[in-house]
């Protein structure tokens, strides 16, 4: 047998890298797999998967996170991305009691449009005190709530009615000034704490909607919405309203080369083929010129410098232009994805990320039993 051979550093750079062409992507395809590159051993290794993982926040806000994740397959990045958009739980309205509802909107759609309102509270009771909620049988009393308890329901109520103002100039028109309610907001919900739910969503800690400001209805004299809500425990595959996220999504890091001098006004030109922020220009001095001989005849000109790829669309615009062809190279990195990350409220963002790798791992935990059993 062959003694095993290891591939350079250029080699393993180019393997990992998706070539973007004029009208063409090339090298798309995983090849780092046992087998596949004779005289090489590719099989997974713990310690070498532990060396290039990384994990590296640009932005890390309550709501909005960006974050690389760097050195596994598009398969890991994927099942993460999913996990945050449908596996992990939160708390939103599921069933509405509507008692008077005499505005314009129809019940369906009032209640639809509550059950979109995203809701925050005290992080120790939504994600331990409060359980999934087991729904009634079929056969079940409608007025009673059989299944309904304080570590599984959290009650809400919106009572409104719209009246005139008496303090109204007889020549206002604007209706928040004739009337008292005339919008209804997400901020006129009221939670009502039950049994043990006053331990843990109580003062800063209690359920509000995360933006006070939503517009649920619009009201006039003698209009009245008169509804108690009950919120339960869910996930994204069950319906939106339960996804902790309102986007979860990555891209590949842009690669840009350039492999000949941009000089001058192409430069320039060039520049503006890309976002702002990704091409610099800078004065050819005397040490670039002794570190790279192709600047050597422009000394004091103006050259074009990859300043941050990570900006980059990849809208693949500078191979359109002839005087480009052949002193650029595009590309993508095939194991670094750029994340990002945007939550609802209930979760902070950075959270998500760290909760999605708790699931896999426990996903993985029962995998492993389930293939030692049918090893048995």
């Not at 610099?280 to 103006?302: M, N, R, S």
Request: hydrophobic share 40%; charged share 25%; glycine share 6%.
């Amino acid at each position: 047998m062959a003694p095993l051979k290891k591939p350079s550093q250029a080699e393993l750079d180019r393997r990992r890298t998706i070539d973007v062409n004029l009208e063409t992507v090339t090298n798309v395809s995983a090849t780092s797999f046992p087998g596949n590159y004779p005289g090489e051993d590719l099989a997974w290794n713990v310690n070498e998967f532990r060396d290039n993982l990384n994990i590296t926040f640009h932005k890390n806000e309550p709501f909005d996170a960006s974050f690389s994740l760097i050195g596994v397959d598009a398969s890991i990045a994927n099942a993460f991305r999913r996990i945050m958009i449908a596996e992990i739980p939160t708390v939103a309205i599921e069933t509405a009691y509507i008692d008077n509802n005499t505005s314009v909107i129809q019940d369906e759609v009032l209640a639809h449009r509550l059950g979109l309102i995203p809701f925050r509270g005290g992080k120790e009771g939504l994600r331990n005190f409060i359980k999934f909620w087991k729904r009634p049988a079929a056969d079940a009393d409608p007025s009673d709530f059989p299944t309904s308890f304080d570590y599984n329901t959290l009650k809400l109520d919106l009572r409104v009615e719209c009246t005139r103002n008496p303090a109204a100039a007889a020549s206002e028109t604007d209706p928040t000034k004739l009337y008292h309610h005339a919008h209804v907001y997400a901020k006129d919900i009221v939670f009502v704490p039950e049994g043990r739910q006053v331990e843990y969503f109580s003062g800063e800690d209690a359920i509000v909607p995360v933006n006070p400001d939503i517009l649920v209805a619009k009201l006039r004299p003698g209009q009245v919405i008169d509804i108690e809500m009950h919120m339960h425990k869910g996930i994204g595959a069950d319906h939106a309203k339960f996804s902790p996220v309102c986007t979860a999504s990555y891209r590949l890091l842009p690669l840009i080369t350039i492999t000949k001098p941009i000089i001058g006004p192409d430069a320039a030109k060039f520049a503006k083929c890309f976002p702002e922020g990704v091409i610099g220009l800078e004065k050819v001095t005397k040490k670039i010129a002794e570190q790279d001989k192709a600047y050597a005849p422009h000394l004091g000109e103006t050259r074009a410098v990859v300043v941050d790829a990570m900006r980059d669309t990849v809208s693949r615009e500078c191979l359109r232009h002839p005087e480009f062809q052949g002193k650029v190279k595009l590309g993508r990195r095939k194991d670094h994805f750029i994340f990002a990350v945007e939550s609802s409220g209930q979760w902070d963002s950075d959270e998500l990320f760290l909760e999605s790798v708790k699931l896999l791992k426990v996903k993985c935990q029962k995998l492993e039993k389930q293939v030692k059993n049918m090893i048995r």
